[in-house]
Each structure stands twice: as structure tokens, then as C-alpha cells.
């Protein structure tokens, strides 16, 4: 009963878009993390259609269910395998099964389907045809990328070397690559699952999608450095960071949950990190003037955001727009309240500002209404040979899609400061 009870309240706090999934799932401390996630991922996925066989049967009113919950237990019935409850839970739904499979026969005569799939909307067919690579980044804090290969090679995978264009990471079961454009990427199937390896236990491998890892590496702070994460919570980019300083510096990481940063705090432990100093604060109530961060020169900010261009997290029932737009406005506004924050750190040479969303308004309107009020920023070119620009006429950004990356949706924007004197000029990375 705990798995179904956990599941529904992350599916109803998903659905509400108050964190990515996995997130959600992994921050729950849930003792059987893998058929949690599977149970929430698969839920989400036939939500409309799982919603409209529960009002047709009129389940709520009879069971006094809440949906989310009913969507969970409904899901396991039909579609997955089987109530794994007893109590009073599976009696209630074993009175209402044949009604419930009668329903979902009607659905699939009604659209001349054979199979669940393919009741599920186009867009999640396409989706889930789509499926992301399994990315893994190698921590270099612990390992090496070329060891973490040869183990993975003595583990039964086969490795095929680098890949050279985006063709490259479609790839079968025990193949892996690595990465076209960040070295300590190794790229696997999506059918792979490292939560029980050896490497990731021991903390030599992160799990972490690609586009996820574009922040710390675009801003790429050099050993004994002092940087701030101002939003840290989970704590991949801030162990990647880490690994990038050589655990050589002072590394601030801020986040105002406690929860996420006790999670974080045990994933760092993990992942080796020791250059860290973590806060349970506020990062708009940090003081750029404090003695301690006087020698702040890079800041990695990625501030909470709709998370859009998370796949899990899209949702395809209908949703008011004008309360969707509301939020875009409000999320907004904080983001760049962060990041004219940030920029007030007295030594600070580079920010990069990045989010998990789609939306213009939280990522090139943000950087554009800053770069108007900190005349001594500007943009660096970012990538030149990234496929996915931000849009115009911010170009120096990167944008990171399902389609046109293999990774989940994302934005990232790397701002530098410069002398008022100097005539703009363009700087790329590689």
C-alpha cells in the first residue's frame, strides 16, 4: 500500500509541476526507488486515458478515491502488473475490474486498436518512440574515463568508440559511446539501468542527462577557484562542478529546501566531493558583500523554472492557459530577480544561467531584460558546433531538445563581464 500511497502523491505534485519526476521520486527516500519511478513514469504516460476510463465508470463517486490515487491502482490493474496490495484497497477495485476492462475494451473499439499503446495520444506514441539515450557521466573525482570504460568493457558492454554525429547514440542494449561534445559523457541505450551497478553505488558514474551537464562544463572553473551554485539542490551539477575544480577551491552551494539539500548533502558524500560548503538559505538573501565570497568569480545559477522540457514532466491534458501564462510570469520575474542577484558578486567573471524549460519567457526574455540592466555583461558564443541555438537574436545561447539533441529540453546562456570600453566581441567555447 506504500508504493501506490507514494506514487499518487508524486504523480498529483508532478502534475501540478512542482518538480521534475524523477526529482520528486528520488527525493521521496522511497526504499524501492526503481518500481516507484517505473510505476509514477508509466501512470503519468496513460493519464488521459486512465482518466477518462475512471469517469466513465464513475469510480471516484463509488470508491471515494482521489485520482491520483485511482489513476496509480487503475494503471496496475489493467495495464501493468497487477495490484501487488491486498486490503481493502485491491477488494474495492476487484468489485469494479470487469467494469473497468469493459471500459477500457470500449476505448480500444471505439479507436480500432489492438494494443494499450496505442491509445495514448500522438504525441506521447512519438515520444516514447523517441526515448532518450541513457546518459552517464564518468566522476573524475574518482575515476578515470578511459578505467570507468575498460571496467564497463570487462562488465559485458561493448564499447564503440566515440560518436561523431547524433546517429551515433541510437544504440543497442550493451553498446555505449562516448559523448560528440562533453569527455566524460559515455552515452548507453535507454534500456540500460545503472541504479544497481557497481560504479554508481560506489559513486564513479553519475546519472545525469546530457543537457544537464552543459551548465558546469560551459562555465568550466579552473582548480582552486571559489564558485557559487546558487540553486543547487539536487546536487549533479555541483558534484560535476566539483570534479571540474579537482575538489580544488571553495564551492558555495546554496538551496532553500532542506530536504533536497540533506538528499544532496549524501550525494556529494557519495560522488567524493570535499571542496563544498552547503546552505540551507535563500539565495536572493545571501550577501554578495560578505567577506567570504569576495573571491567569487563564476556562478552557476539554475533557478527553479516551469521544467517544460522535462520529458516525464509533460503533460498532455488540457490545462488553462491563462493560469499557465500566470505562472510563466511569476516564474520569470524571480529569475531575473536571481540573476540581477548574481551579478552584484564584486569579482564575478562568468555566469552561467541555464533551466529545464522550453519557454522564451523564462530563458532568452530573462537574459535579454538582464543584459539591459547590467550594461557591463555580455554574452559569450557558446558551442559553435552545438546544433540547437537559442533563438533570435540571442544565437550565442544553446537550446536542447528531444529532437535535435537527444536530451531533454533545456537552455543555457553564459554571461561575461567586460570593461564598458571594450567594443563587443563574440568568444567562443569548444
Known sequence: MALYTKAAEILEKSEKKQGALKTLVY????AKIKQLFALVCETQKFSSVLEEIIESTKLLKQTKLKMPLA???VYDMLIGQGLKCGGTWKVMLMKHRSRLQAALARMKVKQKVHRNEDLLPVSVQQSARDRLPRYVRVNTLKTSVNDAVDYLKRDGFCYQGQASRLEDLTLREKDFVKD????????FSPKMDFHD?????AGHIILQDKASCLPAHLLSPPPGSHVIDACAAPGNK???LAAIMENKGKLFAFDLDAKRLSTMSTLLLRAGVLCHQLANQDFLKVDPGNAQY???EYILLDPSCSGSGMVCLRDNTSHDQSEDQARLVSLASFQLRCLNHALRFPRLKRLVYSTCS????ENEDVVTACLQQNLNFRLVHLLPQWPER????LTQCLRASTTKTRTHGFFVALLEKHKKSCLPCRVSIT
Open 180 to 187: 560528440l561534445y562533453l569527455p566524460e559523457l559515455l552515452v
Open 71 to 73: 489513476k496509480v491502482l
Open 27 to 30: 527525493d521521496s527516500k522511497f
Open 358 to 361: 522550453i519557454h522564451s519567457q
Open 197 to 201: 551497478h557497481f560504479l554508481y553505488k
Open 238 to 240: 555541483t558534484s560535476h
Open 390 to 393: 537559442g533563438l533570435e537574436p
Open 294 to 296: 569576495k573571491d567569487v
